[in-house]
């Protein structure tokens, strides 16, 4: 599922008034939309929050630090998880992959309608023991805004937040990707209006990355006259860190009679990963062995 096209980097502009990052993820918004089977509206939904998460991730310190962003929402998506972490892994699921809607009148998918009305609820987990959650109303539905509004309402930083997902008449993807700029508590009258003024005056990022922009090049012009440097750039995939391994311990905790039961109703067990969609078989014998297995390593 590797690749090398995928990337974002960060940036700083006005003497570290403004901190920046940008992402184009086309292939990792690709390989979900081909594991989910996902209509446009849903890929464009989960993409737009995975290149979020991906920046978000990106402000953690701590190698094993996580971020994710869940939406619960009333909209035909049925809502959404997704989790990466700041080696520019990133995965999610939507719960309903299939959700039909037509485009809004200026043409684009209609995300806020397939999200619809709920909460947007922000994970962090850090150095494998710290969890914070912060949760904001959602604002639009459209990600974009209601990660902005978690910013400036949970961590109190004021930040432009743009995300696009282009969807081909063929499904796949065209373009994905996006950006986050955010102002530091003693950033000048003089640099915020300027960073507004390129904002308002800045083009979609699905118009910006389809014309061929990159994240260098959408942060050199939102960031005009501010003087933006480029510090950091690093690859970013998708990728899900299941295996048997996991689904077995995930299925221990299930108890002995749920698997004894899953064993009699069936000779073949599947068990997918709603992450990625791997599927993992268990045979009868499987699931009975990993009960005599779990219970000689509990002494039983
Ligand atoms: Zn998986």
Request: aromatic letters at 4%.
């Amino acid at each position: 599922m590797g690749n090398t096209v995928d990337y974002m980097v960060r940036a700083t502009a006005a003497d570290g008034q403004v901190r920046a990052f940008a992402v184009t993820g086309r292939e990792l918004v690709q390989t979900a939309r081909k594991a989910h089977g996902t209509t446009p509206v849903a890929t464009a939904a989960l993409g737009r929050t995975m290149c979020g998460a991906l920046m978000m991730a990106d402000m953690l310190k701590g190698e094993k630090d996580l971020i994710t962003i869940q939406i619960t929402s009333d909209g035909p998506l049925g809502g959404l998880t997704v989790t990466a972490d700041n080696s520019g892994h990133v995965k999610g699921y939507v719960i309903n992959p299939m959700v039909l809607l037509p485009p809004k009148e200026d043409g684009h998918l209609d995300v806020g309608g397939a999200v619809g009305k709920g909460v947007l609820t922000v994970i962090r987990d850090l150095d494998l023991k710290n969890t914070y959650t912060g949760q904001v109303e959602l604002q639009s539905g459209e990600i974009a805004e209601d990660i902005a509004r978690y910013f400036a309402e949970s961590e109190q930083v004021p930040s432009a937040v743009g995300l696009g997902v282009l969807v081909g008449t063929d499904m796949n993807v065209l373009a994905a990707g996006g950006y986050i700029i955010q102002l530091m508590p003693f950033a000048a009258e003089a640099v915020i209006d300027r960073l507004e003024k390129n904002i308002a005056s800045s083009q979609y990022v699905t118009d910006m990355l389809s014309e061929g922009h990159t994240p260098e090049s959408m942060l050199r012009l939102l960031l005009d006259g501010l003087d933006p440097q480029i510090n950091d750039s690093m690859p970013v995939q998708f990728f899900c860190n299941c295996d048997k391994d996991r689904v077995e311990r995930a299925l221990i905790l299930l108890g002995e009679d749920e698997i004894r039961s899953m064993a009699a109703e069936q000779e073949d067990t599947v068990l997918t990963c709603q992450f990625c969609k791997s599927a993992y078989h268990f045979t009868r014998q499987d699931l009975l062995d990993l009960i005599s297995r779990h219970k000689s390593e509990n002494g039983g």
